[in-house]
């Protein structure tokens, strides 16, 4: 069975500094997805991390993988209001090509950037 | 471009009343479509998936259903609901990047409030 946990699952930050969101995961996985949602709303897709040492960046915020340790970290810098919302991470179980893309969650980080 | 839609987009119900969700993917064809609930906005935990029409997996026992009666139609119920079944219900579909890799798009949600 795979699990995924993440930590910190609150994070209360001031604007402008720099903090790192932490996603393990229990089985191999090849697949790592990171998700916003805001209050209230659905989940947006940020990054689809899909081999070991990928990195990707957009904006502030910038995800890498490395499947040996079966870790996924989110960077996040100079964080701005804007950033504030809840973080999920997710992967997909390695079963050949048969896990049908089903994915398993961490169980959210909630962001609150201060000014 | 492809775009999934949820209804209604917020519910209450009374308790041992029946429930019908319904879901609807444009812009693609034979999509894996995926039931989630969110509950207390934390985690999100899969219901159902299915890979075609009539075919649907159940991950969780409970106390709903789902089916799947044309391609692009994905359907969540249940004959009686329970307090239990309060949440926030996304339906998603995954986009093929490659080979057996996939990302996962999520539509706006339903939120059910059983009284």
């Known amino acids: 069975e795979l699990k995924v946990e993440q930590n910190p699952l609150f994070l209360s930050m001031q604007e402008g500094k720099n903090y790192t969101i932490y996603c393990n995961y229990s089985?191999?996985?090849?697949?790592l997805y990171w998700y916003r949602q805001d209050p209230g709303k659905s989940l947006e897709s940020l990054f689809v991390?899909?081999?070991?040492?990928a990195v990707k960046q957009e904006g502030r915020l910038m995800a890498s993988l490395d499947t040996k340790a079966r870790l996924s970290t989110l960077h996040i810098t100079a964080a701005v209001h804007d950033l504030s919302a809840t973080y999920f991470c997710a992967a997909v179980l390695n079963a050949g090509g048969t896990s049908y893309g089903k994915l398993t969650f961490g169980q959210g980080t909630i962001l609150t950037v201060h000014p | 471009s492809q775009t999934i839609h949820q209804w209604p987009a917020t519910l209450v119900q009374p308790v041992g009343s029946p429930l019908s969700l319904e879901c609807t993917v444009e812009g693609t064809s034979n999509p894996n479509l995926y039931w989630y609930r969110q509950a207390a906005g934390r985690g999100l935990q899969l219901l159902f998936y299915s890979v075609g029409i009539g075919q649907i997996s159940s991950e969780v026992p409970q106390n709903l259903s789902a089916s799947r009666p044309q391609d692009r139609q994905f359907i969540l119920s249940s004959k009686k609901l329970l307090l239990s079944d309060s949440g926030f219900y996304l339906c998603a579909w995954n986009r093929a990047l490659r080979d057996r890799v996939y990302e996962q798009f999520f539509g706006p949600g339903t939120r059910l409030t059983v009284l």
């Open positions: 991390l899909l081999s070991n040492g």
């Open positions: 089985t191999t996985s090849d697949r």
